[in-house]
């Protein structure tokens, strides 16, 4: 049930509107969970505020501790040197060698690899001597023997045989004819085809089908009864200027085949050997192994084919191991305290002496490099530790002398005046000219 509250004016109040109409007392009805309600909004409200006086006390705390330690971890200095570089430079011959696979200082050796490559080509060129030449005509006849009594001849290489129209042939090669056959009162000549040829030449041979006779047996029983005939017309008789081979045709083909081929040889042995390999002009070989052809000298031809065989051979070795070798002889070379400034090394080399067959070339090295003075930086560090710019600049000079040309320091950040007394916190670079 809810209670009821007057709302009473407290006294003060009561007497300064003493004389005033006064309002007529309101009854004011409040639930329990109202009042229940306010006390909790107003404990809330606290809760709220204690968080947030922790939040920004956290906060605080954080930016100080931030800030402190930013104070103590952020000074550094940076102190920049630049050494002064000295050249050394050096003259020494060095072997490449086939036979060995490692670098050998001492006994100046660097590995060799051996290429070899072979390359035939062959040509067709023309023939330029001019020849006056007469083709012989030749054909193919029959000859037969109705000798009675029956008997075979013989006739020899280059027997005769005239043609009907009094042209001359030899037979060429040697003939022996069968001898007849006779039945009853019937002869059957034996026979035997044989090539001949025009003893002249010149297109008059090239005669049609013919009767032949053989002038070396007029005036014997035998020259009506051995005689040939020509089923077919004689052919290849000719005169005219033709083309031959000379000597000079031959050589100038051998001499411009070998050109061709020793390039051809030489750029397929290049192609063999990697960017990695190092081939001096001198350090390559090629010979010619087989120059030949199958025509000869005066030979009727218009053209003929000439053929060279060439071998290419050489010897290379790697940029990184003569590279390496003038690294590890100039090392050898540097005074005490000294140090190799790696991108200022040289190297410029030829080969005096190539010996392809034997696997070795010998190198003629130039070798030069800068060198500076060996410069200790934690120890360095370690002595400027809370310096000033003036102090530092001092300790350095102290400790390396002439050996460095100018210092530069940095301090950061801006409010920094010396050098923090942490060796983290120095930082030394070397810079070269």
Not at 360 to 376: A, E, F, P, R
Request: charged residues 20%.
């Amino acid at each position: 049930m809810p209670r009821k509250i007057y709302d009473i004016k407290p006294p003060k109040m009561a007497h300064k509107i003493e004389g005033h109409k006064t309002r007529p007392l309101k009854e004011v009805s409040v639930s329990a969970s109202t009042v229940k309600g306010k006390k909790h909004h107003t404990h809330s409200v606290k809760e709220r505020r204690s968080i947030w006086w922790l939040i920004s006390f956290c906060i605080l705390v954080v930016v100080v501790a931030v800030g402190i330690y930013l104070f103590f971890k952020l000074p550094k200095v940076d102190i920049t040197i630049w050494p002064k570089v000295d050249t050394l430079s050096f003259e020494q011959t060095i072997t490449a060698d086939k036979s060995v696979d490692s670098i050998d200082v001492v006994n100046s050796v660097i590995p060799a690899q051996y290429f070899e490559v072979t390359k035939t080509n062959s040509q067709d060129f023309p023939a330029t001597g001019n020849a006056s030449n007469e083709g012989k005509a030749q054909g193919t006849i029959t000859i037969y023997n109705k000798y009675d009594p029956p008997e075979s001849f013989n006739f020899k290489s280059g027997t005769h045989f005239m043609s009907d129209s009094g042209k001359l042939f030899i037979a060429l090669q040697k003939v022996v004819i069968p001898a007849a056959k006779k039945s009853g009162g019937k002869i059957t000549p034996g026979s035997i085809q044989v090539t001949i040829q025009a003893v002249e030449g010149g297109s008059d041979y090239n005669i049609a089908p013919s009767n032949f006779s053989v002038p070396g047996l007029k005036g014997t029983p035998y020259y009506y009864s051995v005689y040939a005939t020509s089923d077919n017309a004689m052919t290849g008789g000719y005169t005219g200027k033709v083309k031959k081979v000379t000597d000079d045709d031959i050589q100038g083909a051998k001499d411009v085949l070998t050109q061709k081929t020793t390039s051809d040889a030489i750029s397929s042995l290049k192609s063999q050997i990697s960017s990695d390999y190092i081939l001096l002009d001198n350090a390559a070989l090629s010979n010619v192994t087989d120059a030949s052809t199958q025509t000869k000298s005066g030979t009727v031809a218009d053209s003929f084919i000439y053929e060279v065989t060439v071998k290419a051979s050489a010897l290379a070795f790697k940029k990184s191991d003569i590279e390496q070798f003038a690294k590890n002889y100039i090392i050898s070379q540097i005074p005490d305290g000294k140090t190799l400034l790696d991108n200022t090394l040289r190297t410029d080399y030829s080969a005096s002496l190539v010996d392809i067959s034997g696997g070795k070339t010998t190198l003629n090295l130039d070798i030069s490099s800068g060198v500076y003075q060996n410069i200790d930086k934690n120890s360095l560090a370690l002595s400027v530790l809370g310096e000033n710019a003036n102090q530092i600049k001092q300790t350095i000079n102290n400790s390396l002398g002439d050996q460095i040309s100018n210092i530069k320091i940095n301090f950061w950040p801006f409010w920094v005046t010396s050098a923090p007394n942490r060796q983290g916190a120095v930082n030394i670079e070397l810079k070269f000219q």
